[in-house]
């Protein structure tokens, strides 16, 4: 899937698409719906024939029709390309989820907030929940910059702090030792709340030895947004024969992250996800993303 213009509004489309992850289309995935009902379609456009994702369109003009306050949630227009249908062909559609006249048109808008580009087949797995929008963007179904698989990893190294509480209290800094099980001789720094997220990361690293060989990937942590506002780095190595964490900046990474104290918390602990840190601008990734 591509992403081309406002990707925070991206974000939004769940909204418009949730009923089809609650109930079975209303026609069979493989079938073609009546132009007319395939999307509940504003003027005199018919819907392509034999996409899948025409219910996923339909879905989303009922809902804009049934609940009025959509629209204004959204505040967005989307164009759509829809690639790999019947016979390799695509599909344009503009979804208008804004302003006095929202509907969904199977025709591409003159302008839009938002441009997606997504085949016919992961648009409706997309749609019912089957991939969620930071695995289609990791596995390069969505494409912003670079490749950002190296981030999709990072999930095998906080993973542990999703299952059990941080071992010291969030607010309090841990011991340098306890903090992050750290190489070297620098100490952690005093007070950041995502202290406890390096400790998982390297107790991962060492308690898992395969770990390492599964990310083979090296990570620039810049955390901002510290106590007084301070900014600490994290060096984590997760490749090669001494992988490890280290409160320092390292020479040389495969990627860089840049993410607030609070926000690498959330992150790891599941209350945020990557792709919503990253479109709505809370957490950066530079180089090997």
Do not use: H
């Not at 990474?253 to 209350?271: P, Q, Y």
């Amino acid at each position: 899937m591509k992403i081309k213009g406002n990707m925070g509004l991206a974000q939004k489309l769940a909204g418009l698409t949730e009923a089809a992850r609650k109930r079975p289309a209303a026609a069979p995935a493989a079938a073609a719906p009546a132009p007319a009902e395939a999307a509940e379609t504003k003027g005199d456009a018919a819907a392509p024939e034999g996409f899948k994702s025409n219910a996923v369109f339909q879905t989303m003009a009922s809902n804009l029709e049934s609940q009025p306050g959509l629209a204004s949630k959204v505040n967005g227009s989307f164009a759509f390309v829809v690639t790999d249908g019947p016979a390799g062909a695509s599909a344009s559609w503009s979804v208008v989820a804004k302003g006095a006249s929202p509907g969904v048109t199977p025709a591409p808008p003159a302008k839009a907030d938002c441009t997606i580009t997504i085949s016919d087949e992961n648009l409706v797995a997309l749609a019912a929940g089957k991939i969620n929008g930071m695995s289609a963007y990791m596995s390069g179904k969505m494409k912003i910059k670079g490749n950002m698989g190296l981030a999709q990893k990072l999930a095998g190294l906080t993973e542990a702090a999703r299952k059990r509480p941080a071992a010291a209290p969030a607010a309090a800094a841990p011991a340098p030792a306890e903090a992050a099980e750290t190489k070297g001789d620098a100490a952690a720094p005093e007070g950041f709340k995502s202290n406890a997220v390096f400790q998982t990361m390297a107790s991962n690293l060492e308690s898992q030895p395969g770990l390492a060989s599964k990310v083979n990937g090296s990570f620039a942590f810049v955390v901002t947004d510290g106590p007084a506002g301070a900014s600490a780095s994290w060096s984590v190595v997760a490749k090669g024969a001494s992988p490890g964490v280290t409160p320092a900046p390292p020479a040389k990474a495969d990627c860089t992250i840049t993410i607030s104290d609070e926000n690498l918390v959330a992150l790891a602990a599941g209350k945020i996800n990557g792709m919503s840190a990253y479109m709505s601008g809370k957490m950066k990734i530079k180089g090997n993303m």
